[in-house]
Nanobody, 121 residues
């Protein structure tokens, strides 16, 4: 069973930084996966933040994340990171890790339980 597990959330003042981690357990190497960060605030839809492909060379960011957040991965550790700098109060949300397996018996999307980020002004 594929299980993403997030960590690193917390409370920080505006202008501060946090680094989120997502470690994926149980995934097969043939997945050729894409890993992503999403975030959600109560009453709103979950929104895309950033993604990274298997090789770590194709990176995508939302407009709000570009220039402030950096996505990366440590493939041998099956771990993805999101370095968040210059945080703003509007970045406050539950952040979720998504693991998308493209091939094989595990094909499909898997979500973590989320980690809360709170930015105060």
């Amino acid at each position: 069973q594929v299980e993403p597990v997030e960590s690193g959330g917390g409370s920080v003042q505006a202008g501060g930084s946090l680094k989120l981690s997502c470690t994926v357990h149980g995934a097969e190497t043939y997945c050729r996966e894409e890993m992503s960060w999403y975030r959600q605030v109560p009453g709103k839809e979950r929104e895309f933040v950033a993604s990274i492909d298997t090789s770590g060379t194709t990176l995508k960011y939302s407009d709000s994340a570009r220039g402030r957040f950096t996505i990366s991965r440590d493939s041998p550790r099956n771990t993805m990171y999101l370095q968040m700098d210059s945080l703003k109060p509007e970045d406050t949300a539950m952040y979720y890790c998504k693991f998308y397996c493209r091939y094989g018996l595990q094909k499909g999307s898997y979500w973590g339980q989320g980690t809360q980020v709170t930015v105060s002004s």
